[in-house]
């Protein structure tokens, strides 16, 4: 934009060119812009936990160390809505309707995915007292986990997403939902990554019931766990179609990470150390594991360069 004072694409939001526009006015380094963006995601976050201090420093350390750190990164526009979803989750605990609406409407402006959190507002109507049932939750994982290795029930859903042609979106479901919806699947491997995705989960949801005691009165606590048994359970059953159906789950699976700070918190105020330990192996291994792939086994065709200093050369 900088360079040739135009985008590269032409449906951006109006809030994102905007805010993209004015760095570039101010003839602004690129570090600062995407530093601005950074600092927006992550105070949110903070916003949204601030009245929960003890969960700060094990969000900030999976933060950085898990895989929210590039996704955040290489999916900024979502990543603020994500983020703001979780500073959102008090309003639906208090079910105050309108103030999340607002903010929902703006957040629009940056991002159009984030007018599908308007339906999860509905999350606050759930019984969440009966929510937290172990054996449930790891259930519905497990037929999630099946059910995706070949999602042929897509095909159920195919009269829904054709109503794109009269839409309007006819290129956009050619181009992005037809080969899914005809059978050409992609194959996600179990390999360690996601193996220890799937059993950090497993082990948070096991803790929950003891999340739950010992901080019994955080009534936002229930809508991030439902938020992220829901968006799990989602993204496992569609993880091997494509990223457009799976980018609507990762509003949902932010709370995942919120989760994961809550159950460090609970293993570290009950001086359960090993537990604890064998969490933090499981959610802060990820990006050192890139690392290492990156470094040591390389691929000709793309190589991902995790670490890329301003001052080195390109």
Not at 191 to 220: C, H, N, S, T, W
Request: hydrophobic letters at 55%; aromatic letters at 16%.
């Amino acid at each position: 934009m900088m360079d040739t004072g135009v985008f590269t694409r032409h449906n951006y939001e109006v809030g994102f060119e905007w805010i993209t526009r004015g760095f570039v006015a101010c003839r602004s380094h690129y570090t600062l812009y995407f530093g601005f963006w950074a600092l927006l995601q992550a105070a949110l976050l903070f916003i949204g936990l601030r009245d929960r201090k003890h969960l700060l420093p094990w969000l900030s350390l999976v933060l950085v160390l898990n895989i929210w750190y590039i996704h955040f990164m290489n999916t900024i526009r979502q990543g603020v809505v994500e983020c703001l979803f979780v500073a959102l989750v008090p309003l639906i605990a208090e079910r105050r309707f309108w103030p999340y609406a607002v903010c929902v409407l703006l957040a629009s402006l940056i991002h159009r995915a984030a007018l599908l959190l308007l339906p999860v507002y509905l999350l606050c109507y759930a019984p969440l007292r009966r929510v937290g049932k172990p054996w449930l939750a790891i259930g519905c994982l497990s037929v999630s986990v099946l059910i995706g290795l070949k999602p042929v029930w897509l095909e159920v859903f195919r009269p829904v997403f054709q109503l794109a042609q009269p839409l309007g979106f006819g290129d956009w479901y050619q181009e992005n939902m037809a080969d899914v919806l005809s059978g050409n699947f992609r194959w996600v491997t179990f390999g360690p990554a996601r193996l220890m995705g799937l059993a950090a989960v497993v082990m948070v949801i096991l803790l929950y019931p003891a999340v739950r005691k010992r901080f019994k009165e955080d009534k936002a606590l229930p809508v991030f766990y439902l938020a992220m048994v829901i968006g799990e359970c989602l993204h496992q059953a569609l993880i091997n179609t494509s990223f457009y159906f799976l980018r609507p789950t990762e509003l949902l699976t932010i709370c995942t990470m919120v989760m994961i700070a809550y159950s460090c918190s609970l293993l570290w105020q009950t001086r359960r150390r090993w537990q604890l330990a064998v969490l933090l192996a499981l959610t802060i291994t990820y990006v050192p594991i890139e690392i290492l792939k990156a470094s040591y086994t390389p691929t000709e065709t793309n190589v991902q360069v995790l670490y890329y200093f301003f001052f080195s050369p390109i």
